[in-house]
């Protein structure tokens, strides 16, 4: 790995700490307030090499851009269909409920679950009130 990368890697993690699940033009935007040279293409790139590499989660987010979260622990995304806010929900009992969803496809499909992507979506209480 470069230093150039090192560089960049550590700006997008910054930003990530920053802002509250950002799109990448969101970091890219965050980052060029203090770093005016870099690209969007290379935040696109350095985003994509993280998430696949496990360093970050890639949010999907329908037919918006994907979101990017540098928590990966397990918790699940609630996205607000009116404003697009993305909402972490954690609770103790998680893990145990999505080992159940696991055994559950494993003993209904035959198929063996590595991974899991869900998308919660619903209006949140600031934009139910408006």
Do not use: W
Not at 14 to 40: C, F, G
Not at 101 to 123: A, C, N, W
Request: charged share 30%; net charge negative; aromatic share 8%.
């Amino acid at each position: 790995m470069n230093k150039r990368y090192s560089a960049q890697k550590m700006m997008i993690e910054n930003a990530l700490k920053e802002l509250d699940h950002p799109t990448a033009t969101e970091v890219y935007e965050y980052i060029r307030e203090s770093y005016p040279n870099i690209s969007l293409g290379t935040v696109y790139r350095n985003l994509g090499l993280m998430a696949e590499a496990g360093e970050i989660l890639r949010i999907p987010s329908g037919d918006a851009p994907d979101r990017f979260d540098i928590n990966i622990h397990e918790h699940l995304h609630v996205t607000c269909t009116k404003c697009g806010q993305v909402f972490d929900a954690q609770c103790d009992k998680l893990e145990d409920f999505l080992r159940k969803i696991d055994k559950f496809l494993e003993e209904s499909t035959g198929v063996h679950i590595e991974d899991r992507t869900m998308l919660f979506q619903g209006v949140c209480s600031h934009c139910r009130k408006q």
